[in-house]
């Protein structure tokens, strides 16, 4: 029996899913996952909602994760949308510099741009002089209208910044921005949406075409119509239409491992030699568990 496949979802909204999903995803062979900060599918008014969710990323969600055996980083920004609410946007900027450094944040994320406005904008670039400041990646949020206009705009304002390309994920491209991306250093990363945007059928065709190096495959599973098997869904796709299965392996696992990897946080150690499920243990007296008998790896556990 070949060995499972391991994958890295490094896009993905665990905020938004249950625990049948980080059940699903560790059966699919899903090792590590990386959460960037978003919209909660309403505007926040409160600074202390932004506080309480970013603590939420580096405190309870790696804790729900570990407890399936998934490895969880997370990414720290200002999302785009929420941008335009400038009196918040001022108090949410203030907040940034005291979870960059928390243990499980690989990056600034997920910022750029929704409809390009002046407020986006401004507040995009002051979080790309803090990621610049930290040296430490940036993963980039392209507008789902004029993406192409938003992609080219995103580079070219991630350059004005003295940015090196090599350190900035530009995330849910398609077949009409990849070659730019590409062209000009940057990682591209491709969202996989059931039935919209870019399919995994799609995504098959844009590694025969442009082969795997710089280009990331994620879900971005959140709380809308998506799929948080998506990724490895997609590599079993590729593997079947012929795609090289090093190919594989580059979208769907080395690749997020390399970027987003680079400060140093996320290690393939914390994987490869893990300390084992332990379902006894509680998160600010609060367990996954809500009556069942807890798995508990006795075998690995140091």
Known sequence: ????????????????????????????GVVAIIEPSFWLGQPRTQVGSFQDYYSSLVGWEPFRASQFGIHHYCTIG???????????????????????????VVAIGEIGYDDQTPAED???????ELAKELNIPVQIHTPHRDKKSGTLKSMEVC???????????IDHNNEETVKDVLDRGFWAAFTIYPKTKMGNERMVEVVRNFGSDRIIVDSSADWGVSDPLAVPKTASLMLKRGIAKS????TCYQNALDIFGKNGKMKESD?????????????NDNSVLRGQEPKVDVDKIV
Request: net charge negative.
């Open 247 to 250: 190919d594989v392996v580059k």
């Open 122 to 128: 401004k507040y995009f670039r002051m979080q790309l």
């Open 1 to 28: 029996m070949e060995e499972k496949m391991m994958i890295i979802d490094p896009h993905v909204h665990m905020t938004s899913r249950t625990t049948d999903d980080y059940e699903a995803m560790a059966a699919a």
């Open 78 to 104: 200002l999302n785009s949308k929420e941008a335009n609410n400038e009196a918040l946007a001022e108090q949410v900027i203030e907040l940034l510099p005291l979870y960059v450094h928390k243990e499980n």
């Open 159 to 169: 350059l004005e910044h003295g940015l090196d390309p090599g350190m900035v994920v």
């Open 271 to 283: 994987w490869l030699n893990p300390q084992g499920i332990n379902q006894t243990k509680l998160y």
